[in-house]
């Protein structure tokens, strides 16, 4: 590896397994000190054992999404153990597939507490971090679904096209602060979320480069956002579905 993210330290949030998992293990071979964080205690001691096996710096702090207090203390706790966060990776999250008129509020409730305000509140807390430490980068997890509609889709297109936006408002806000916010949008990834699904079949059919994406793929774009090598790059939404959007 590179060193991309020496002396850098960033904090994962939903990074037990799938893509988080993939972007937290990717990012401290790269030289990052890494928070590994989510609700699964075992899967969690597993990924920062992986890491601290392979040479890597990593500390794991339980998570909930929809719980406040558990995103500050990730944060708080980020800090105590390692002076300071650089990067902050808002990827816990979840997904509902559902008609349109069988959405209930208690779905509203659900999928906006994890998949939107959970981030929003990760960012809040971590902003004045970034601010007082003179940067840091953003980088927050929507779906190719916040671009393109899909049916069954509708709170779901939703809630990730209003994560892409407010991403992008961050961007703008706190640029000058030497802050960079932006998004990923994959398509369809084989991560446990979908593994065994009966869609599999017509996904891969409506996928131009003829495989589902992996956890690697998003990973390495992941690195890209967050290492210097994007330091020009801010409120911008990479897409990374193998050309279904095309």
Request: hydrophobic share 45%; aromatic share 6%.
């Amino acid at each position: 590896m590179s060193n991309k993210l020496k002396n850098k330290v960033a904090i994962v949030t939903g990074s037990t397994s799938g893509i988080g998992k993939a972007i937290a293990i990717l990012f401290a071979a790269e030289g990052a000190k890494v928070a590994v964080s989510g609700r699964n205690l075992e899967r969690g001691r597993e990924v920062k054992q992986k890491i601290l096996d392979a040479g890597g710096t990593a500390i794991f702090i339980p998570m909930e999404a929809r719980k406040n207090e558990t995103i500050k203390s990730l944060i708080d706790n980020t800090i105590t153990e390692f002076g300071k966060v650089d990067i902050l990776v808002n990827n816990a999250g979840t997904i509902l597939i559902k008609p349109f008129l069988d959405i209930t509020m208690d779905d509203w409730d659900f999928l906006l507490e994890t998949d939107a305000r959970s981030y929003f509140y990760a960012m809040q807390q971590v902003i004045p971090h970034m601010i007082k430490n003179g940067g840091g980068v953003i980088l927050n997890m929507a779906s190719l679904a916040s671009i393109k509609p899909t049916i069954n889709y509708a709170l779901y297109n939703f809630v990730k096209a209003g994560l892409n936006l407010m991403t992008k408002s961050v961007a703008l806000e706190f640029a000058k602060q030497k802050i960079r916010a932006n998004v990923l949008c994959p398509g369809t990834i084989m991560t446990p979320m979908i593994e065994g699904s009966p869609l599999n079949e017509t996904r891969l059919k409506n996928i131009p480069m003829g495989r589902f994406g992996t956890s690697e793929d998003v990973a390495h774009a992941a690195l890209y956002l967050c290492s210097d090598e994007s330091g020009f790059v801010t409120g911008a939404s990479l897409v990374i579905d193998g050309g279904v959007i095309q």
